[in-house]
Every structure is written in structure tokens, then in C-alpha cells.
């Protein structure tokens, strides 16, 4: 059994997707052959290509953007549906899952994303295995040291549950969405005061700048040599 575990996220370094595939490396069956791919903004060499539809299962991990999919893994996927369609042999056993994380605290936002995936599936003439979608996925750097399955990271170990059980069965299963066990009310909080109010501030911007509106005067942003540049 091959298995493609794929990274989409366009980010360098460490990735809320990459997280996710370490977490599902391990429950995956023991006897696969495991190959992992990243998708930057480098485009997949012809042979890679080749390499993904000979995979039984291919796994994608990436992160909701704009409610869809992120334009590096959008390439990769338009050029497999048309790999798919210049080949004469269709490879009709692919089993395709995708572990969507997004920034808002629900992971139901994931919802169009994965019937993009299931779309894609149809179109290349691949099997949707399942999906799962789980929100703050910018948590999970900072909660890396906690078991899988406990704490705030129980429901992430009933997605990977849902996952592996529709990979091992071979079944096709709805996808699950989920999110923290970790207070909503809380999760906006810090997200606020450590990231949004944080990143304004290395901007030079005011909290109260990040809630403007469109149609509103300009921002005005201090320059170095005490001019303001507008925005
Ligand atoms: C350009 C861009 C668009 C995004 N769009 C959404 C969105 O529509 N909904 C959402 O909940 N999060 C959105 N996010 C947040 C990411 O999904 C979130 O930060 C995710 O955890 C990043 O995962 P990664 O580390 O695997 O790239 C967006 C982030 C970026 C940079």
C-alpha cells in the first residue's frame, strides 16, 4: 500500500498542515510505504506527478484560505486532473483524504473546501475517501507537547480517528468538523491580543486600525524621516 502524505500549506518551516501529518503518521498502517511531498511554489517536476497517480492513497493536509484552497496546491491539483485526463490508463482505485485546518475557531468553515476536494476527486476519477476540517489550527504550535486524543487536542484525535478508520476500511465516510476543546471566548482573546494586535503594532498600526472599513479615510503611517505615507 503507497500512501502520498501531501503538504499544502505555502507557508516555509514549521506548518499547522505539517503538524497534522506527524500526528497522522503513526496511526497509519504499519505495512504502507510512505512518501511525503511538499507544495511551495516550486511546481511538481513531471515525474513526481507520475510518482502521485501510481499511489494507492494520496493524503492532503492544507490550510483554508479565502474559504477554498490555496493557489500553490490549486496548480498541483489542476495539473493532476489534466495528467489524469491525458493518460490513457485511468487510475481509478486513487483514494484521496484532505485535513483541513482554518484560522476562525469552527472547522465547519472548511465545509466548501472539502466539496472542492470531492469535486476535484470526481473529476480525476478518484475515490473520495474522507476529510476532516478543524478550526484554530493556529493552536496547535503551542500545543505540540500534549498527547493526541487529551486536553485541547480531543477532538483532533476523534478527526484522526474518523481519517484512519475510512483508511483502513477502505469505506467511504462523511467528512468531521471540529475545533479545540479549548473556550471559543478564549481562543479570540488571545488570538487578538497576541497575534492581530501584536502583528499592528509591528506595522506601526492601532488596534482600532484592524476594524476600519472599507471607504474609510486612509491609514497614515509614520515614515522614517517623520512623514507620513499613506496607505
Ligand atoms: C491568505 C490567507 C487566507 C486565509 N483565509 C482563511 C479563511 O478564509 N478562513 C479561515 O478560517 N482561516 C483563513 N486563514 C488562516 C489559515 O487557514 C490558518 O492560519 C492556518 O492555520 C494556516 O495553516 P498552515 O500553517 O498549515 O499554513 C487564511 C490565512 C491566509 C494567510
Known amino acids: 500500500m503507497n500512501i502520498a502524505l501531501i503538504n499544502g500549506s505555502p507557508k516555509g518551516g514549521a506548518t499547522n498542515s505539517g503538524f497534522l501529518l506527524e500526528k497522522l503518521r503513526p496511526l497509519l498502517p504499519q505495512e504502507a510505504a510512505i512518501s511525503t511531498y511538499r507544495i511551495g511554489p516550486k511546481a ?9 497517480l501510481a499511489m494507492d492513497m494520496l493524503v492532503l493536509a492544507f490550510p483554508l484560505y479565502f474559504d477554498a ?23 481509478q482505485t486513487v483514494r484521496v483524504y484532505a485535513m483541513i485546518n482554518n484560522g476562525f475557531f469552527e472547522g465547519d468553515q472548511c465545509k466548501l473546501a472539502v466539496e472542492l476536494i470531492r469535486n476535484w476527486c470526481e473529476r480525476c476519477g478518484f475515490m473520495f475517501g474522507t476529510a476532516f476540517g478543524h478550526g484554530a489550527g493556529e493552536m496547535f504550535g503551542s500545543v505540540g507537547h500534549v498527547p493526541v486524543g487529551s486536553g485541547p487536542l480531543k477532538n483532533l484525535g476523534l478527526a484522526l480517528e474518523h481519517l484512519v478508520g475510512s483508511i483502513r476500511s477502505g469505506e467511504s465516510t462523511e467528512p468531521f468538523f471540529t475545533q479545540p476543546n479549548f473556550p471559543r471566548g478564549l481562543w479570540k482573546l488571545s488570538s487578538t491580543q497576541l497575534f492581530w494586535n501584536a502583528t499592528a503594532k509591528k506595522n506601526s498600526l492601532k488596534p ?10 486612509p491609514i497614515r503611517l509614520p515614515q522614517s524621516g517623520g512623514k507620513r505615507q499613506d496607505v
Do not use: A, F, V
Not at 72 to 90: A, V
Open 44 to 52: 511538481l517536476k513531471n515525474e513526481q506527478y507520475l510518482e502521485l
Open 69 to 91: 484552497i490555496p493557489s500553490h496546491l490549486l496548480r498541483m491539483l489542476t495539473e493532476m486532473e489534466r495528467s489524469t485526463q491525458s493518460s490513457n490508463q485511468r487510475p
Open 208 to 217: 482600532k486600525d484592524l476594524r476600519r472599513r472599507p471607504g474609510m479615510p
